[in-house]
């Protein structure tokens, strides 16, 4: 963690600025090793040029925010209490009574709270700090990828149980139910998203809502799934088929998973990331299906389930040893389904390396 504050601070000493204001849940466990959701009360860590970083939380989460090792000062403060009021007079017995140029995650700052930091620096202004956080957070260390492999062995194995749940006349609400069931007693006590399982026709939304639809044979069935581990994050999508298949939807599966291993064969250091959108989005669309795919290919992984970078195929940015991020093409008809094929995947000096490893075989159940 220290080394991780240390080059905030060096980019806060090379851009001038007096100090950050960071609040999100996600780069405050990033900085610190603290991973809470305070929900509307006021979390924020500030990061100075010179003095040592001070951490503001509920008075009832300073002891977990010590237990997680953060060694600086911790701000408590109660619920009938204003933070900003102890902010003011904590930075100030810092001797930070004026600043010019405060960096914010200007994504994630609400005008509230932007209105409130103003209210103590009244000239300064507001820069992104986003832009720096995401370049230190899209290269993940040694120890987050051996997080995240856990946690995509863990959504491995919640699809496992989603695939074993499967009969004719079962609900995705009851397969769902099944599928965060285990994982619970496996120790997770929440999931990276809302977890989907679609029946037929409901497959071919990319985003559908689970519901009491029943299953029949012929349907297609989608899973998309992940858990939160250690702060981390996986997500999966396998899709299998129930009872029997038409040459149509073997069709539709087989492109989608051809698509899916071009892109992962290209997935090498170096690699313009646009360019992994294209590669398998051509192959979509020479099948027939191009107007089927209307999502990018994937997107970063990490403390987010949605992360730094996006893998559309406008990202002119390229992949470096170390990246985390999904590879998810898909292809949805209304009246047939859907298919998509979705795995996490780690950047080596070699290329791919997939966390996720649910078999990707047409699997008729």
């Known amino acids: 963690m220290q080394q991780r504050l240390q080059q905030v601070i060096d980019w806060l000493k090379e851009n001038k600025q007096d100090f950050s204001f960071i609040h999100s849940t996600e780069n405050v466990f990033y900085l610190t090793g603290f991973y809470t959701n305070p929900h509307e009360r006021l979390l924020g860590l500030f990061v100075f040029p010179e003095a040592e970083p001070l951490l503001v939380c509920p008075a009832m989460e300073v002891n977990q925010a010590k237990s997680a090792g953060w060694e600086y ?9 204003n933070p900003w009021e102890l902010l003011k007079e904590s930075l100030h017995k810092r001797n930070v009574t004026t600043a010019s140029t405060i960096a ?25 700090a986003e832009e720096k956080l995401n370049e230190l957070r899209v290269v993940k260390e040694p ?100 009872g029997h298949v038409s040459d149509k939807q073997r069709e539709i599966y087989e492109t989608v998973k051809r698509a899916q291993q071009a892109a992962l064969d290209a997935s090498k250091p170096g690699t313009r990331i646009g360019d992994l ?23 970063g992984l990490g403390i987010n389930v949605h992360e ?43 290329g791919a390396k997939t966390l996720t490893n649910y078999p990707k075989e047409l699997q008729i159940i």
Do not use: W
Request: charged residues 25%; negative net charge; proline residues 3%.
């Open 73 to 81: 000062e911790v701000l408590g403060y109660e619920d009938h209490e």
């Open 143 to 242: 120890l987050e990828i051996d997080v995240l492999k856990q946690a995509a062995e863990l959504a491995d194995y919640g699809v496992q149980v989603g695939v074993e749940a499967l009969q004719e006349g079962v609900t995705e609400m009851d397969v769902l139910a099944k599928i965060e069931y285990e994982l619970k007693r496996k120790g997770i006590r929440e999931m990276s998203f809302s977890t989907m399982v679609l029946f037929g026709e409901k497959s071919g939304e990319p985003h559908g809502n689970p519901g009491l639809r029943t299953l029949k044979k012929g349907d297609f069935v989608l899973f998309d799934l992940g858990v939160v581990l250690n702060g981390y994050c996986s997500d999966i999508t396998r899709t299998v088929a129930f």
């Open 277 to 299: 959108d294209i590669i398998a989005r051509n192959i979509i669309t020479e099948a027939g299906y191009g107007h089927y795919f209307p999502h990018r290919l994937g997107h």
């Open 104 to 128: 914010v995650e200007k994504e994630l700052l609400s005008y509230a709270r932007a209105e409130e930091l103003l209210k103590i620096y009244s000239t300064a202004t507001l820069v992104n």
């Open 308 to 350: 730094f970078p996006s893998m559309s195929k406008t990202n002119n940015d390229v992949l470096k040893e170390g990246m985390v991020y999904t590879i998810e093409p898909g292809i949805y008809i209304p009246e047939i389904g859907g298919v998509r094929i979705e795995d996490d995947v780690v950047i080596t000096k070699d």
